[in-house]
Nanobody, 124 residues
Framework: VQLQAYGGGLVQAGDSLRLSCVAS????????MAWFRQAPGKEREFVGA???????VIAESVKGRFAVSRANARNTVYLQMNSLRPEDTAVYSC???????????????????WGHGTQVTVSS
C-alpha cells in the first residue's frame, strides 16, 4: 500500500486549505487513514483520522477549525483546514492501518503505512 498526500502550500492566516491523501494498493473494509503533523522543532502530533471507514476523529487542538472526511471511493481522505494560524505551519503526513482499535487512533506506532508529507506554511 502506498499513500500520497497532496494540497500543501503557502497561505495567509485565516485562509483555508484542503489536503488529500490517496491510498493505492490493497486496503480493507476496516481501513483507517489518519493525518499527523510535525512543526519545526516539535514532535509529530495527531491531527485527525477517518476511523475504520466508519466515522471521523479530530484532535482537540484543532477541533472546530479542521475536519476529516472521506471520499466515496474510500481510498481517499481529506483534511479540511479552516481559519489557519501560523502555528499550524508543519509538514502534514498521512498514515494508515488495516486494523485499528479506537484507543490507538492517535498513535503513530499503530499506523503501518506512511506517506511522504506535504508542507503547509501559514504566514501572519
Amino acid at each position: 500500500v502506498q499513500l500520497q498526500a497532496y494540497g500543501g502550500g503557502l497561505v495567509q492566516a485565516g485562509d483555508s486549505l484542503r489536503l488529500s491523501c490517496v491510498a493505492s494498493g490493497r486496503t480493507s473494509n476496516t481501513w483507517s487513514m489518519a493525518w499527523f503533523r510535525q512543526a519545526p522543532g516539535k514532535e509529530r502530533e495527531f491531527v485527525g483520522a477517518y476511523f475504520r471507514n466508519q466515522y471521523p476523529v479530530i484532535a482537540e487542538s484543532v477541533k472546530g477549525r479542521f475536519a476529516v472526511s472521506r471520499a466515496n471511493a474510500r481510498n481517499t481522505v481529506y483534511l479540511q483546514m479552516n481559519s489557519l494560524r501560523p502555528e499550524d505551519t508543519a509538514v502534514y503526513s498521512c498514515a494508515a492501518a488495516s486494523t485499528l482499535i479506537r484507543s490507538t487512533v492517535a498513535s503513530q506506532t499503530a499506523h503501518t503505512y506512511w506517506g511522504h508529507g506535504t508542507q503547509v506554511t501559514v504566514s501572519s
